[in-house]
């Protein structure tokens, strides 16, 4: 299932494909945000994006998640076939989107490095 053009990869969508990414996948953290990475096996590029109250008002962390959206709506560099989780780790109104370009830039080169050896999908449930 993809989306029109110029709208961007899709989404995770439901607890159980957030869950799946927190436990069969790898993670590493960089300015403040936490990122969780799975193979999902096919070519699409799927995320979502996680900002618990306890990070800033519902103003900051809604801003947050569009800038996230944006940069990687515009970035061409997103790894394909993986399932990708954005953790927020500190107050979202301390990150600037240039901040965040340069964060998500790193983090799609990190898992483009971890490709090979990414752990294949685990069968069971």
């Known amino acids: 299932m993809s989306r029109a053009p110029g709208r961007g ?3 995770l969508k439901t607890n159980a494909e957030f869950q799946r990414v927190f ?3 790898f993670r590493f953290f960089r300015n403040g945000l936490g990122f969780y990475a799975r193979s999902n096996g096919g070519e699409a590029f799927r995320f979502g994006i996680v900002a618990p109250k306890r990070f800033g008002h519902a103003v900051d962390r809604n ?5 996230v959206r944006e940069v990687i709506r515009l970035s061409p560099e997103v790894p394909p ?8 780790g500190k ?9 965040i370009r340069k964060t998500l830039l790193w983090a799609w080169s990190r898992i483009r490095r971890a ?4 752990p294949d ?5």
Do not use: H, N
């Open 115 to 118: 490709s090979p050896a990414a």
């Open 9 to 11: 990869p899709d989404t």
């Open 63 to 67: 801003r947050f998640r569009r800038r």
């Open 81 to 88: 076939g993986f399932d990708v989780v954005i953790c927020v």
């Open 23 to 25: 436990t069969e996948g």
């Open 121 to 125: 999908g685990v069968a069971g449930g």
């Open 91 to 99: 107050p979202c109104g301390d990150l600037g989107f240039d901040v």
